[in-house]
Structure formats: structure tokens, C-alpha cells
């Protein structure tokens, strides 16, 4: 049993893990992707929510979505990308996140890369924390347990939003976590502001 500070305790798994993530090849991301792509296509929530945001991967260490946006549009769902802030808003933190409606797949495709992590990130756009309109979040993170919780990379912009956006409409949108089969790991340490997936979609299950 370690001693450590819980976000201690976090870090070093969360530096473990993405040293592991970047040993998966193409072919393994590709593979993975499109399955858990159809795993999600079959999800009662996914069928039925009409506003989703769906994150950008980055290109070696995470479930590839773009096949997942395209199914958006094709099912007529309203698409929503987020935006990393670096700059203080009221009631915000001074580095949150906005989820941003795309009005079509052409201007996702002629997105720039943005921010510290150079995704591609809309620059305008109706913000769901002020339409409150949101049904859906497709969750990145580095690391996933089996109980539903979700290890991001250490921000602070999900768990940020999923709070503002609960505290201001008193609900939250559904939480769904894609991830690889080597995101999956027995025990992620928690802590009060974590919020937990309402479910999680692997390759091979869905939890």
C-alpha cells in the first residue's frame, strides 16, 4: 500500500500509461478504432441522443473518431467539438473548455490545429454551456477502470465543464468513454471532483 499523495499516485500511472500508449502501432489503432466505432453505433444512448460532442484525437495514443463524427452527420445528430480556453470567464476556471456545435463534416475537415495540443479545435460556434442542450459526451482520457472511472490527462477540462454545465441546467449529459483495450487497467485512485462514466466501449465490451 503506497504513501503517496493521491496525485502523486495519479501521475506516475498517468506517465505509465501514456509511455505504454505509444508503443500501439497504426494498424492496432485503425483496428480498434473502427470497432468500438460500431459498438457505439448499436448503444441505446448513442441511438437516441440528437446533440453530441465527440473530442479529436490526438494520432498515436487514442481512439480514432473521426469515423464517429461521420455517423453523426449521416444520423442527422448535431455535432459538438471542444475548445481549450487559456483565458479567465466568469465563473470559469482561468484554462476551461467549450463545447462548440459544428454546422457541418466540411468544416470539421478544414479545422487547424490549436492549443498545447495541437487538435483540431473550432474557433466559433453555439456553446452548449449556454444552450444547455447537450444529450451526449464521447470521453477521452488516458486510462479507464471497469467501475466507470476515467483518468484524463490532468487538466481538468472535462471534469471543469461536466460541473459548470451540471451546477447551471441542475443535469448532466451522458458520460460515454471510448477506449483502446491498453486504456483499461484494474483501479483508478479518485478524487471528489472526478465525475464517473455513465458507460464505457471498448473494441470487445462495453461496460
Same mark, same amino acid.
Given at each position: 500500500?503506497?504513501?503517496?499523495?493521491?496525485?502523486?499516485?495519479?501521475?506516475?500511472?498517468? +506517465?505509465?500509461?501514456?509511455?505504454?500508449?505509444?508503443?500501439?502501432?497504426?494498424?492496432?489503432?485503425?483496428?480498434?478504432?473502427?470497432? =468500438?466505432?460500431?459498438?457505439?453505433?448499436?448503444?441505446?444512448? $448513442?441511438?437516441?441522443?440528437?446533440?453530441?460532442?465527440?473530442?479529436?484525437?490526438?494520432?498515436?495514443?487514442?481512439?480514432?473518431?473521426?469515423?464517429?463524427?461521420?455517423?453523426?452527420?449521416?444520423?442527422? +445528430?448535431?455535432?459538438?467539438?471542444?475548445?481549450?480556453?487559456?483565458?479567465?470567464?466568469?465563473?470559469?476556471?482561468?484554462?476551461?473548455?467549450?463545447?462548440?456545435?459544428?454546422?457541418?463534416?466540411?468544416?470539421?475537415?478544414?479545422?487547424?490545429?490549436?492549443?498545447?495540443?495541437?487538435?483540431?479545435?473550432?474557433?466559433?460556434?453555439?456553446?452548449?454551456?449556454?444552450?444547455?442542450?447537450?444529450?451526449?459526451?464521447?470521453?477521452?482520457?488516458?486510462?479507464?477502470?471497469?467501475? +466507470?472511472?476515467?483518468?484524463?490527462?490532468?487538466?481538468?477540462?472535462?471534469?471543469?465543464?461536466?460541473?459548470? $454545465?451540471?451546477?447551471?441546467?441542475?443535469?448532466?449529459?451522458?458520460?460515454?468513454?471510448?477506449?483502446?483495450?491498453?486504456? =483499461?487497467?484494474?483501479? =483508478?485512485?479518485?478524487?471528489?471532483?472526478?465525475?464517473?462514466?455513465?458507460?464505457? =466501449?471498448?473494441?470487445?465490451?462495453?461496460?
Amino acid at each position: 500500500m503506497t504513501n503517496l499523495p493521491l496525485k502523486e499516485v495519479k501521475r506516475q500511472l498517468r +506517465k505509465q500509461l501514456k509511455s505504454n500508449l505509444k508503443t500501439i502501432t497504426q494498424d492496432s489503432l485503425i483496428k480498434q478504432s473502427h470497432l =468500438i466505432h460500431q459498438n457505439l453505433l448499436s448503444h441505446e444512448f $448513442f441511438k437516441t441522443a440528437n446533440n453530441i460532442a465527440v473530442f479529436m484525437n490526438m494520432p498515436d495514443s487514442e481512439v480514432k473518431t473521426m469515423e464517429i463524427i461521420e455517423s453523426c452527420f449521416k444520423l442527422g +445528430k448535431s455535432v459538438y467539438l471542444p475548445r481549450c480556453n487559456y483565458v479567465s470567464s466568469p465563473g470559469r476556471k482561468s484554462n476551461y473548455m467549450s463545447l462548440l456545435e459544428m454546422p457541418s463534416l466540411e468544416a470539421i475537415h478544414q479545422l487547424k490545429p490549436q492549443g498545447k495540443y495541437q487538435l483540431l479545435e473550432p474557433l466559433t460556434g453555439n456553446d452548449a454551456i449556454e444552450t444547455g442542450i447537450l444529450d451526449l459526451i464521447i470521453v477521452p482520457g488516458v486510462a479507464f477502470d471497469k467501475n +466507470k472511472n476515467r483518468m484524463g490527462h490532468g487538466a481538468g477540462f472535462y471534469d471543469e465543464f461536466i460541473t459548470t $454545465f451540471h451546477n447551471k441546467f441542475k443535469r448532466k449529459p451522458y458520460l460515454l468513454g471510448v477506449a483502446l483495450q491498453e486504456q =483499461i487497467v484494474d483501479y =483508478i485512485p479518485t478524487e471528489p471532483h472526478d465525475w464517473k462514466l455513465d458507460s464505457i =466501449i471498448t473494441s470487445t465490451n462495453v461496460y
